[in-house]
Nanobody, 125 residues
Framework: QVQLVESGGGLVQAGGSLRLSCAAS????????MGWFRQAPGKERDTVAA????????DYADAVKGRFTISRDNAKNTVALQMNSLKPEDTAVYYC??????????????????WGQGTQVTVSS
């Protein structure tokens, strides 16, 4: 069992930055590929970024490529999402996710084993 707790969300103006963090506890964190998803009101939950268990490989959705950076620290059991040049369309609840399947790029929500509770990110224009 892995528990995931996100933090760092908030309100920011367009063009600004936020850093989301996800703290994991429980079973070996380094066994899991990690990712971030987001869900805007009335929309499906979309994958945003993913990182392999060792941190060597990362993948990003086209909508955030070049603006967001995912990273992890296995010694501290944390994964982070640095979000720069934020846009109003980035407004959503952001979820941390863990998957124990073979890494194949951005995580598939159907294959996520553990979810965090979500943190709200609001970008004003």
């Amino acid at each position: 069992q892995v528990q995931l707790v996100e933090s760092g969300g908030g309100l920011v103006q367009a063009g600004g930055s936020l850093r989301l963090s996800c703290a994991a506890s429980g079973h070996a964190f380094s066994d899991y590929s990690m990712g971030w998803f987001r869900q805007a009101p009335g929309k499906e939950r979309d994958t945003v970024a993913a990182i392999t268990w060792g941190g060597a490989y990362t993948d990003y959705a086209d909508a955030v490529k070049g603006r967001f950076t995912i990273s992890r620290d296995n010694a501290k059991n944390t994964v982070a999402l640095q979000m720069n040049s934020l846009k109003p369309e980035d407004t959503a609840v952001y979820y941390c996710a863990a998957s124990d399947g073979a890494y194949s790029g951005l995580l598939d929500a159907a294959r996520v084993k553990y979810w965090g509770q979500g943190t709200q990110v609001t970008v004003s224009s």
